[in-house]
């Protein structure tokens, strides 16, 4: 996943590796190239701002599936004074692609309800890829009703690509799983603040999205379907996506729902890791401090 590069991410990966070259060829010979290294550093920072700020409804929906985003553990262990992880739903089993407690945040007692992709192949299969079953579901409900009797209010923080579809899921109620945290969700007498970090897609998402207030970072999207679903339905065929993401509108991008559009350049991935991200946690933290 080091490597992974986006094709509109290419220019700025070329000109990255042309930076190192000067810069090691500066300290390894006795030629000064200070300036010119100066310079295509500003160049860099130009064309990242130029690429990053004009990307399609389709690139942003690719970078909000780049492997090399921060994932839900990753805010809550930097946005959080303290975390506890709780675990099950009281009645099957403990999904891991769900990630629910209670926290600190800025010294207010909260409750985090999260789903986690992995960041492996190893770690995506124990996280399911962060499809979350009928156990997921009604382990959130859980936290959130216990929430509800402490009266601590409830961070919600979205990243998948759908429930699973598996028959076990299904067996096992999904469907009504969702239904019941969405109408549950609808009238828990405590805050709720739900924070799009990554992918938002269908009914999965709406399974903990529910709340008083919406945010989306710069780089997400969040939709009934993902954009492959809906041209397959569409016009019964999957590469037409990007036509697809175009029409849905499916980004943070003029949503009139959207209560908070968090516009943080280059928050969610280092281009090709090469690149860390600024303190985009922080951004996070005063955004739902402020709801």
Known sequence: MADFILDFEKPIIELEKKINDLKDLNSENDIDL?????????KHVN??????????????VQVAR??????????????????LELHGDRHFADDKSVIAGVGLLDGRQVVFVAQQKGKN????????FGMSRPEGYRKALRIMKMSAKFRRPVICLIDTPGAYPGMGAEERGQAEAIARNMM???????????????????????GIGVGDRLLMLENTWFSVISPEGCASILWHDASKAEMAAEAMKVTATRRPRV???????????????????????TLIKHSVLAQ
């Open 66 to 83: 780049h492997p090399k985003r921060p994932y839900s553990f990753d805010y809550i262990e930097r946005i959080s004074d303290s975390f």
């Open 184 to 206: 549950e969700m609808s009238i828990l007498p405590v805050p709720i603040v739900v924070v799009v970090i990554g992918e938002g897609a269908s009914g999965g998402a709406l």
């Open 34 to 42: 200070d300036s010119e290294i100066e310079r295509l550093e500003q």
């Open 259 to 281: 209560v908070a559009y968090l516009t943080a350049f280059r928050a969610i991935v280092g281009f090709g890791g090469s690149v860390g991200p600024p303190n985009h946690q």
């Open 121 to 128: 192949t190893k770690d995506n299969l124990f996280r399911n």
């Open 47 to 60: 064309l990242v701002k130029k690429i990053y700020t004009k990307l399609s409804r389709w690139q942003r």
